[in-house]
């Protein structure tokens, strides 16, 4: 966050996704988690102030704001700039991160959406997303401290209304407008539903106060008319007027691309390469263009900037496949190429016939040709074939070019090739020299029958082992030869590459004077994703397949239908496993034949269509509906070798008289489904049963499957378990949001390994029968019962108070012997004094109000892991730290001296807090420790202090801004990371030869002249002041990234970057390679 002075200087790139997260954290910007939305409009609640919204959290414990931890967190994809985050549940995966800003009215003064009209339009929109994202709104009134603030909270609030436009005018933000008032239908219905007053900061009073809605000061102003709002919409228009933008492009065009020296561009396509190259021409400075797209698509992009009229061109990429290369040197073999002096290759590996491809091509030219490997020593490396196969859909291209033709010389274009006629015929076999050879006749061209056409006999080889004779004569083309060896092998003639005396044939020039020694080979390569998808293009247009086509559809492993266009009339291969329709598709399924070898079926968002007298193939395992689905499952019927079905949010059908497969393991409802279940047959085999957020049904009677293992119940349902019969194979039991039961007289099974409760059970423990086999009991936010008297299993291993209000004694609590995580809330705050911890402990931690003294108390041996949270701000004197803890972490408010503290000798990781800015001079750190992170106001100088030998990670926060001068840094550190006022020169400072990444903060400024970086460094980041020349600076050979902030405007002419690095972050842009 940057102080005040600081922020009158600060500026934010519009197209640096750095640029954009640095200013939410300069200027405490708290984005809204979408899932606290859902939840909220699904409560009925109003939308809270910032002030609220700090403490407010989501069913499963995430809080409601997403926290600066988390937008450090943040990936950003230096070749598209998408952002994404790690989700650690239900299974650990990457997914991506949307950021939306909503323009929206304030319908009155004291709260902006007091009907809940505006959360649920956002609610509604949005909430698709959550399948496979994640969304982080920014909304003024719950993002932004509202009246009345304190000191710290007013600064922040006029920092971030200083750049505010930043919120609604960046690249990386999605604008969203809300210009409706609320409806007076809308306004009637949240009345009669919800009461008519709402919780809001009422001046007169001075405080948080229930006041009638018709007591607000009410705005009914339109959208239009709002200064705000305008200024919302213009600045969001500088991206969105598309219109406007397209009439603007014709008049701007060549000014701009006379001027670009760098382009990326991403998900190239057909359409988008007939673009480039027509607007190629037109940028005469181009020095860099940076492509993602298919290999197909990729490689015809260099093609296009050759023929632009550069002369001398450097390609990086990672791999070369065969085909690739061959294909560029057919390309490039164009008379429109005739002017290429020069083609340097830079790649991990190249395969052979591929170099010979380029070598003859470029030697026919009498050009210069360099390929560079990562070991140049090694020479050539040869490959075998490597075909590609659909699934690589996406390469990455660096294209440098450092010398042009004028533009006037450059050619208007190629001619037209006139088409040839062939006379068609089978292939003859004709006794050849003996063993297993046979010689063929190829059938001749129409020119054959000219005097000067010899035959001649040509031996062919497969690298498969068979062969075989041809005979050829001098007008035939290597096509015409690979057409006939295709009719013959079975595959299509597009996947052959035919070679001679390990040379590349050029299969549109006569082929007898390419052939050496009188003998072929052809290998089959793959055809890739680029011909796949035009096969598919063609199946799904109708138009007839050639085998080529057929080869090309066999190669797909999964398809995916993004349009909303009708499949009725086409033939999808049977051989499909996986068939997936996009959020657009809505089309009935009547008349369409799904492959028969299906074992995967996904529907996207928008689908709603009946299924009545769809055949569903009889191999599906997997059947997933989208958000909208809500049609009647009766008389369909599912397969019985299905083994998930899932429903989405909007499913709420009767599943009376449904048959479901008997094969079930796993059945999820969504959101809105709450059916009774009575008379319902669950599967005998069903082992996860999961019910959505509105799910509130009486189970009483219900037969739960006896192999059932997981059952969880979402937010809505609360009701009594009483009489209910759980499976006892169960292991996994969850609850939601507003589940409050009392447990007494119910049989938990024995099984059961992990119970969960939600934010609003708040029931006593006492007379419950805990099962011996639980594993892990995890409490919500109200949980705040005492434990006394509970017999907690002696199996358990993981106790969590995981919400805020569970502030109970421990005193008289047996603690299992087994316990090895033990996790307190954020309002626990109780003496551990007496408390017996158990021996077997490794993880303790407290929450924010815990600032009890550790005084006397007994950590356990075995403990590895003690985190504090926000308050506590205790002297350590004293306090006898387990010897084997590994990981001590300190919360916001420490900051005691460490002097006459010791620390474990097994300490690892050593983590201080927001306050802590106390001298480490004389204190004697571990041996062991790995890790060392200072939080924001530590700034004392490292001169007296000894840093542990062992020492990999060492991290300082904001304000350490002290020279590293005499500083002998651990030899064997692998990160240094220095924090936004760090601006120290580096002149005569030993950084350690181990080190990997070296991270600089926002105002480093320094040159690098004369700085010594390790050899080691994989990793090197400046932050947004930076802009010093790299002139003479010798960048590490082992070095994979290289990012610039906002402010770095330096030539990069001249300076020669490491062959190694992988990906280059700079204001201009980013590229990046596999």
């Known amino acids: 966050m940057a102080s005040s002075s600081a922020a009158e200087e600060t500026s934010y790139d519009l197209s640096v996704p750095e640029a954009l997260l640095g200013f939410l954290e300069d200027a405490g910007i708290r984005l809204v988690r979408l899932e606290y939305l859902v939840e909220l409009s699904a409560s009925g609640r109003p939308l809270p102030r910032r002030q609220e919204a700090e403490n407010e959290k989501t069913s499963s414990g995430a809080p409601a704001l997403v926290e600066s931890s988390e937008l450090k967190e943040v990936r950003i994809d230096p070749n598209t700039a998408h952002m994404s985050v790690m989700l650690r549940h239900p299974v650990p995966r990457r997914v991506q991160v949307h950021l939306v800003s909503i323009s929206h009215m304030w319908e009155s003064m004291q709260h902006p959406d007091p009907w809940r009209f505006q959360l649920d339009a956002i609610v509604e929109d949005f909430r698709p997303r959550l399948l496979d994202s994640v969304v982080w709104i920014f909304y003024d009134f719950v993002s932004l401290h509202q009246y009345t603030r304190n000191e710290e909270q007013e600064m922040l609030f006029r920092r971030a209304l200083r750049d505010i436009f930043v919120m609604y005018s960046h690249d990386a933000m999605e604008v969203h407008r809300i210009q409706t008032l609320t409806p007076e239908s809308v306004r009637e219905r949240c009345v009669a539903a919800h009461g008519s007053k709402i919780f809001v900061y009422w001046k007169e009073e001075q405080k948080m106060m229930d006041v009638c809605i018709s007591q607000l000061k009410l705005n009914g102003t339109p959208y239009e008319e709002r200064g705000w709002c305008r200024s919302e919409k213009e600045w969001s228009a500088l991206r969105e007027d598309s219109e406007k933008v397209f009439k603007l492009q014709a008049k701007v065009f060549h000014q701009k691309a006379e001027s670009t020296t760098n382009l990326l561009i991403e998900n190239l396509d057909d359409d988008k390469i007939a673009v480039l190259a027509a607007a190629l021409p037109s940028y005469t400075k181009l020095k860099e263009l940076v492509i993602m797209g298919s290999p197909e698509n990729a490689w015809k992009a260099d093609l296009a900037v050759v023929e632009s009229g550069a002369c001398n061109v450097e390609i990086a990429c990672e791999n070369v496949q065969d085909e690739d290369a061959i294909a560029l ?225 066999r190669e797909t492993v999964s398809f995916t239908w993004n349009v909303d266009q009708s499949l009725k009339g086409i033939q999808l291969p049977s051989s499909r496993q996986s068939l997936t329709f996009g959020r657009s598709f809505n089309q009935s399924l009547e008349g369409i034949q799904l492959p028969s070898s299906l074992q995967s079926l996904t529907f996207g968002d928008k689908f709603n269509q009946s299924l009545e007298g769809i055949q569903l193939p009889s191999s599906l395992q997997s059947l997933t509906f989208g958000y909208l689905f809500n049609q009647s499952l009766e008389g369909i019927q599912l397969p019985s070798s299905l083994k998930s079905l899932t429903f989405g949010d909007k499913f709420n059908q009767s599943l009376e008289g449904i048959q479901l497969p008997s094969s079930l393991q796993s059945l999820t409802f ?368 082992s070095l994979q990234s290289l990012k610039f902030g906002a402010k770095f405007n330096q030539s990069l002419e001249g300076i020669q970057l490491p062959s190694s690095l992988k990906t280059f972050t700079s204001r201009a842009f980013c590229m990046g390679s596999a």
């Open 329 to 553: 040197a057919a390309d490039l073999s164009k008379e429109r190429c005739n002017h290429l002096e020069r083609l340097h290759l830079k790649c991990e590996t190249i395969g052979e016939l591929g170099r010979q491809a380029l070598e003859q091509m470029m030697g026919h030219r009498r050009a210069s040709l360099v390929i560079t490997l990562p070991d140049c020593s090694l020479g050539y490396v040869a490959q075998g074939i490597e075909p590609a196969v659909a699934s690589e859909t996406c390469v990455t291209l660096r294209i440098l070019v450092f010398k042009r033709r004028p533009a006037e010389a450059v050619a208007a274009g190629p001619a037209q090739a006139g088409n040839k006629t062939y006379a068609s015929g089978l292939l003859e076999p004709h006794a050849s020299g003996g063993g297993a050879e046979r010689t063929l006749s190829v059938p001749q061209p129409a020119e054959a029958g000219r005097p000067d056409t010899a035959e001649q006999t040509v031996s062919v080889h497969c690298l498969a082992g068979s062969s075989f004779g041809l005979e050829v004569n001098s007008a035939q083309t290597g096509w015409d030869v690979a057409a006939h060896i295709a009719s013959r092998s079975g595959h299509p003639a597009e996947t052959l590459v035919l070679t001679s005396g390990g040379c590349v044939i050029e299969q549109r020039e006569r082929l007898l004077p390419q052939v050496q020694h009188g003998e072929i080979t052809y290998v089959v390569q793959g055809l890739g994703a680029g011909r796949a998808a035009t096969s598919w293009q063609r199946l799904l247009t109708n138009k007839t397949l050639s085998d080529t086509d057929v080869a090309a559809l």
């Open 670 to 1037: 969504g959101s809105d489904f709450n059916q009774s279940l009575e008379g319902i047959q669950l599967p005998s085999s069903l082992q996860s049963l999961t019910f959505g957020f509105h799910f509130s049904q009486i189970l009483e009677g219900i037969q739960l499957p006896r192999s059932l293992q997981s059952l969880t119940f979402g937010w809505d349902f609360n009701q009594s378990l009483g009489g209910i019969q759980l499976p006892r194979s169960l292991q996994s039991l969850t609850f939601g949001g507003k589940f409050n039961q009392s447990l007494e007289g119910i049989q938990l099974p024995r099984s059961l390994q992990s119970l969960t409760f939600g934010p609003w059970f708040n029931q006593s423990l006492a007379g419950i029968q805990l099962p011996s086999s639980l594993q892990s009991l995890t409490f919500g936010d109200k949980f705040n019962q005492s434990l006394e008297g509970i017999q907690l299993p002696s199996s358990l291993q993981s106790l969590t108070f995981g919400g805020s209000d569970f502030n109970q004694s421990l005193e008289g609590i047996q603690l299992p012997s087994s316990l090895q995580s033990l996790t307190f809330g954020f309002h626990f705050s109780q003496s551990l004094e007496g408390i017996q911890l158990p021996r077997s402990l490794q993880s303790l931690m407290f929450g924010g109000k815990f600032k009890q003294s550790l005084e006397g108390i007994q950590l356990p041996s075995s403990l590895q892991s003690l985190t504090f949270g926000y308050d506590l701000n205790q002297s350590f004197k004293g306090i006898a730290l387990p010897g084997s803890l590994q990981s001590l972490t300190f919360g916001y408010d420490f900051n005691q001296s460490l002097q006459g503290i010791q620390l474990p000798s097994s300490l690892q990781s050593l983590t201080f807090g927001y306050e802590f800015n106390q001298s480490l001079d004389g204190i004697q750190l571990p041996s062991s420790l790995q890790s060392l992170t200072f939080g924001w106001n530590f700034n004392r100088s490292l001169v007296r202090m000894q840093l542990p030998s062992s020492l990999q990670s060492l991290t300082f926060g904001h304000r350490f801004n002290q020279s590293l001068k005499g500083i002998q840094l651990p030899s064997s550190l692998q990160s240094l990371t220095f924090g936004y006022l760090f601006n120290q020169s580096l002149e005569g400072i030993q950084l350690p030869s181990s080190l990997n990444s070296l991270t600089f903060g926002d105002k480093f400024n320094k040159s690098l002249d004369g700085i010594q970086l390790p050899s080691s460094l994989q990793s090197l980041t400046f932050g947004e002041e930076f802009n010093r020349s790299l002139e003479g600076i010798q960048l590490p050979s």
